[in-house]
């Protein structure tokens, strides 16, 4: 079973388009969504372990050019 979890996204000012177009294109993103509020950018993510999904939020998603801060949920069925 997958592991999913929601990336919230903070980013420079203006460049929230190009973060949700740059982070698609990451193998284990199912989606990327520019919102309004305290986070610029929500991603929702699915990877095969937790370890994984840590590597991915920390050496694919952080390394994308304008992003400033990440806050990591992971999905629990409850």
């Known amino acids: 079973m997958a592991i999913a979890a929601y990336v919230l996204i903070q980013t420079e000012v203006g460049?929230?388009?190009h973060?949700?177009?740059s982070v698609c294109k990451i193998t284990g993103v199912v989606s990327a969504d520019?919102?309004?509020?305290?986070?610029?950018v929500i991603v929702r993510t699915e990877a095969d372990s937790l370890d994984d999904l840590g590597k991915m939020v920390v050496s694919q998603i952080q390394a994308v050019e304008g992003i400033t801060r990440t806050f990591t949920c992971p999905v629990v069925n409850l």
């Open 34 to 40: 520019d919102v309004t509020g305290p986070y610029d």
């Open 15 to 17: 460049k929230a388009a």
């Open 19 to 21: 973060v949700a177009q």
